[in-house]
C-alpha cells in the first residue's frame, strides 16, 4: 500500500511542475486524495460491500470535487490535475500512466447493464473538458484535446480535437515535401497551412495541392508517352506564376501598392 502511495506521489512530480516537496503533494493536491479514496472503496466494491463503498465515495467527492464510482477500474500512476468537475463511470478501465484534467467526464451513453464507459489504454492524456462517452477504446499514448467531445474509439497514438471529436493526424513528412514543391512549382506558398488549423478554407487549400499533384504526375506521364511516340513534340516545364495581388484581402491597388488610391473621401 505504501509502495503504491509513494509511486502515486512520484508521478505528480513526473507531471506537474508546480509540485515542490511530497508533503505537499500529499496534503494539497485533490487528485492524489481521490485516488487514495478509491483505492479502497475499489476493494470495498470487489468484496460485496457495495453501500459502503458507494458512501465513501460521495464523501470523497464532496472533499475533492472528484467523482470516481468504485466499481471503475484504475491502473498505477494515475494522475488528475486540478480535478474540479472529474467524473469517472462504473465501468471505466483506465491503464498506467494516464493523466486527466478539470472538467473530465468518463460517461456513458446508455442505462443498459454491462460495459457502457470508455476504456483508456496506457499514457493517455484527456484535456481539461472533455467528454469521452461510450464502451469505446482510447489506444495507447492518445491525447484528447481540451473540449473535446468523443464518441468513437481512437487509435494509438492519434490526437482527438473538436465537438465532435476528429482524429488529427500529422501528416508524414513526404506528404510535407510533396506540397512543398507544389507550392513553389505553382509560385504559391501556402502560408501557415498545417493539418492541426481548424481553419476550412486552409484545409480546402492543402487538399487542392494534393489532388494539383496527383494532376501533374499523370500530365507529366502523358508528355513521357507522347514524346516517345512522336519525335517532334515538345514539352514546355514553365508554368505561368499566380500573381500574389489575387490573394490580397483588399489592402492593395491594382499597382500593387498598399494605400495608393484616391484620399479624396477621407
Known amino acids: 500500500m505504501f509502495n503504491r502511495l509513494r509511486e502515486d506521489i512520484r508521478s505528480v512530480f513526473h507531471r506537474d511542475p508546480a509540485a515542490r516537496n511530497a508533503f505537499e503533494v500529499l496534503t494539497n493536491y485533490p487528485g492524489l486524495h481521490a485516488l487514495m479514496f478509491h483505492r479502497m472503496n475499489h ?21 475533492t470535487g472528484i467523482e470516481i464510482h468504485p466499481g471503475a477500474s484504475i491502473g498505477r500512476r494515475f494522475f488528475i490535475d486540478h480535478g474540479m468537475g472529474v467524473v469517472i463511470g462504473e465501468t471505466t478501465v483506465i491503464g498506467d500512466d494516464v493523466t486527466l484534467y478539470q472538467g473530465v467526464t468518463l460517461g456513458g451513453t446508455s442505462w443498459g447493464h454491462g460495459k457502457r464507459h470508455p476504456t483508456l489504454e496506457d499514457g ?75 481553419d476550412p478554407v486552409a484545409r480546402s487549400i492543402r487538399s487542392i495541392l494534393d489532388h494539383m499533384h496527383v494532376v501533374d504526375e499523370r500530365v507529366e ?44 473621401n477621407t
Open 43 to 63: 476493494r470495498l466494491w470487489g468484496w460485496g460491500f457495495k453501500w459502503l463503498a458507494r458512501t465513501l465515495s460521495t464523501l470523497a467527492r464532496w472533499f
Open 124 to 198: 493517455v492524456v484527456v484535456g481539461a473538458g472533455a467528454k469521452i462517452l461510450g464502451p469505446f477504446t482510447i489506444g495507447r499514448n492518445a491525447k484528447v484535446g481540451s473540449n473535446a467531445v468523443v464518441t468513437k474509439e481512437v487509435p494509438e497514438g492519434a490526437t482527438v480535437v473538436g465537438i465532435p471529436g476528429r482524429i488529427v493526424a500529422k501528416p508524414s513528412e513526404e506528404d510535407e515535401q510533396r506540397r512543398k514543391a507544389m507550392e513553389q512549382k505553382i509560385g504559391f506558398d501556402a502560408y501557415g497551412l498545417s493539418e492541426e488549423m481548424p
Open 221 to 264: 506521364n502523358m508528355c513521357r508517352v507522347l514524346k516517345d511516340l512522336d519525335s517532334s513534340y515538345r514539352e514546355s516545364s514553365e508554368l505561368p506564376p499566380v500573381p500574389r495581388e489575387d490573394f490580397d484581402c483588399g489592402d492593395s491597388e491594382p499597382d500593387g501598392k498598399p494605400g495608393s488610391g484616391d484620399s479624396s
